[in-house]
């Protein structure tokens, strides 16, 4: 690890001048490239106190054994010259995006004699014409196997071409009519270079004239009786409109635009580009990058950018670029784009109307690409032990910890204290083991004394179901405080058993019991352990605002590199319990809220409790009913009646609502809150403010 103090440019060695620099390591390999309006300024906040930097930064200084720089013109050039070494260097540093060469194109070589209708991937090459990307292959030659019935192109590679030539005998799509047939001469060289660039007019979005032009055909074909090339034309007509049905148009006035949407989290970023010509999508694509610096929403739309148009001209960028934040500063990127295209391209946020809603979905599109990513990484084996293993020697554990339970608190401003517990087993979800717990230990907002509290709840029943078992060899008495408290429907876990054939719920100790919190979370559940004995299970937090991993009694975190698999199971860890957490703090919530005096009368279920809001209209009419009124409610006997009644009676009623502009009182009908009921529930009139509060 290398000292940045030893490789630190003088004072005025830099120049404070628009600029890109390199970060070099020992064997003089690039590791991490960046521009900047004031190569000054902007290297000085390398060389500070280590404490001081981010940990993606830290690692990357340490890492540097040297740096350089190049001097350039404008913002603009510094942003070209970036792109050129990212490319040419692969920095590990930088964002790097998954290679999108794999994306396939539908191509028309109109720089050959005969132009020729194919699938081409891989770097654009000059006097060929590209439409796409396409998600997909097969994408392609649906809609040209649709295409060829209306545009004969040639499609066949150069051997059958030459092949066909010297036997005098086209290929099947010659003798079927989806194809011209130029290499037995049924065409003419100009001919077929015309019906190519019709072609190529209708995959560029001129669709409506050639449309017409055939209707008109079609139309005169059959005042003329010759009714076998009308219905060609017909069929031609509709092979041509399936094809366009393919390709819906989503913007007004044949728009032509690029719109870029990114989903991400703290280690990973997926972005999505959808190609708009001519108001119609035609093509698709997307990039999945680990985060290995720290870098903003509009950093990684530049980095995107870069991607796009690093190697474009002409048409190639559109007008309109589409994206969800802006680069900053935007004017140089601009700039860069319309150095491209040769003209002006605009590149702003959508804030309205149908290209607002097209971003929406292109926004969709790319956040259920991040998940499936996560999806297909978690559930690969190999990256799952290696994630283990990783933690293991982060923590310094014996071995790969191979069930791991995590914690988190949730609450409300203090209200509604709930938390819960989830388990991974080798890497995986096990969901049936999940549980949640109310903090009834004391009131109040105390993150730290609640996770306290649930570590010492759960590990008691956890040594008492040792105890039960017959585990204990010492004679050690086990400590219980009863029964956790659960919510309802909380799910079982399990395949060990009770006597009376009840799961039991805590009767699997993990290797690694991990906390969302930092040092005074990760302190108190060591001390839980510690005070009932246990010392041979592992305990560390993952802090969100770093993602550090804390372990107790060390005064710095551990640092896990941004590409950790590690890292990233440590992460799903705690975002889980986090989700589980918070979705049982709302339910608490909202059950509280719609709570009523009924509630607390005993016996008395959901299907009685609608029934005598029906029979009265409100709760206040029904507290001023006789018992037998009561009684007149069909399922309500004199002992429910009178049960009712008192409990009724001793129910504070609701203050009365009162008018905020004129002070008034007003007397309504007390509001119908029994679960069921059409009554909006109070919750839905939560302050914004305090909803934005919850934890």
């Not at 013109?73 to 790097?96: C, G, H, M």
């Not at 690409?369 to 690969?380: C, E, I, N, P, V």
């Not at 903090?439 to 570590?455: L, P, T």
Request: glycine share 8%.
């Amino acid at each position: 690890m290398a000292d940045p103090s030893s490789y630190r440019p003088r004072p005025g060695e830099i120049p404070d001048s628009p600029g890109v620099y390199r970060f070099r390591d020992e064997h003089r390999r690039v590791i991490y490239v960046g521009k900047a309006k004031s190569l000054r300024q902007r290297l000085a906040n390398y060389f500070q106190d280590l404490a001081n930097l981010h940990p993606r930064t830290r690692t990357m200084v340490t890492t540097a054994a040297s740096v350089e720089w190049t001097v350039v013109s404008t913002e603009v050039e510094a942003l070209q010259l970036e792109y050129s070494w990212i490319k040419e260097y692969d920095p590990r540093f930088n964002v790097k995006y998954r290679d999108d060469k794999s994306y396939p194109y539908l191509a028309v070589t109109m720089n050959e004699e005969f132009p020729r209708v194919q699938v081409m991937r891989g770097h654009k090459k000059k006097g060929v014409r590209y439409f796409g990307p396409y998600g997909h292959a097969w994408a392609i030659r649906d809609t040209v196997d649709l295409l060829l019935r209306v545009f004969p192109v040639r499609t066949c590679s150069a051997g059958v071409f030459k092949n066909a030539s010297r036997t005098g005998r086209p290929c099947l799509l010659g003798y079927i009519g989806k194809c011209s047939a130029p290499c037995v001469g049924r065409i003419t060289p100009e001919d077929h270079r015309d019906l190519a660039d019709d072609f190529c007019d209708f995959m560029a979005g001129r669709t409506g004239t050639y449309l017409r032009r055939l209707e008109t055909q079609m139309m005169e074909a059959a005042e003329e009786m010759e009714y076998e090339r009308a219905a060609r034309l017909r069929d031609d007509i509709g092979a041509l409109k399936k094809a366009m049905e393919k390709n819906a148009v989503v913007l007004a006035d044949a728009t032509d635009a690029d719109l870029i949407a990114v989903a991400e989290d703290e280690l990973e970023a997926a972005v999505q580009i959808f190609h708009v010509r001519g108001g119609r999508v035609r093509g698709q694509r997307g990039w999945v990058t680990d985060k290995v610096e720290e870098v903003t929403t509009g950093a990684l739309v530049e980095h995107a950018l870069q991607q796009l148009y690093g190697e474009e001209t002409g048409d190639a960028v559109p007008k309109e670029v589409l994206v969800p934040a802006l680069p900053e500063p935007v004017e140089p990127v601009q700039e860069w784009l319309t150095g491209r295209r040769g003209s002006n391209v605009s590149l702003r946020i959508p804030q309205r109307g149908d290209k607002k809603a097209l971003m929406e979905t292109v926004e969709r599109n790319a956040q259920q690409a991040l998940a499936l990513h996560k999806t297909k990484r978690a559930s690969d084996l190999t990256t799952r032990s290696r994630a283990l293993e990783e933690i293991a020697d982060a923590l310094d554990l014996d071995s790969a910890p191979l069930r791991i339970e995590c914690y988190d608190i949730s609450h409300l401003q203090g209200d509604d204290v709930v938390a819960s517990m989830v388990v991974f087993e080798d890497g995986l979800q096990r969901k049936s083991e999940y549980r949640r717990f109310q903090i009834k230990g004391f009131a109040g907002q105390d993150d730290v004394r609640s996770m306290h509290e649930v570590i010492s709840r759960r590990f008691r029943r956890y040594l008492a179901e040792k105890e039960k078992t017959g585990e204990w060899t010492d004679g050690e008495e086990a400590l219980t405080d009863g029964e956790p408290v659960l919510g309802d429907g909380d799910p079982l876990a399990g395949s060990l058993k009770d006597d009376d054939g009840r799961p039991r719920k805590f009767a699997y100790p993990p290797q690694l019991v991990v906390v969302d919190g930092g040092q005074p979370q990760v302190a108190a559940a060591r001390r839980a352990l510690d005070e009932l004995g246990i010392d041979d299970i592992a305990v560390c937090g993952l802090a969100k605002r770093l993602e550090e991993v804390w372990v107790p009694g060390d005064d710095d975190p551990v640092v896990l590199p941004r590409s950790s698999e590690g890292l990233y199971l440590l992460q799903r860890v705690r975002d889980e319990a986090h989700r589980f957490a918070i979705t049982y703090q709302r339910t608490k919530r909202a059950k509280r809220f719609r709570a009523g005096p009924l509630d607390d009368v005993p016996g008395l279920g959901e299907t009685r409790k609608q029934a005598l809001i029906k029979h009265f209209g409100s709760v206040k009419k029904l507290r001023s009913a006789t018992i037998e009124e009561i009684q007149e409610v069909p399922g309500i006997g004199r002992k429910t009646a009178e049960t009712i009644a008192v409990a009724l009676a001793q129910a504070a009623p609701a203050a009365p609502a009162v008018n905020t502009a004129t002070g008034e009182i007003i007397d309504d009908e007390e509001p119908d809150t029994t679960p069921g009921s059409s009554g909006e529930p109070v919750s839905a009139g939560l302050p914004d403010e305090r909803r934005g509060q919850e934890r």
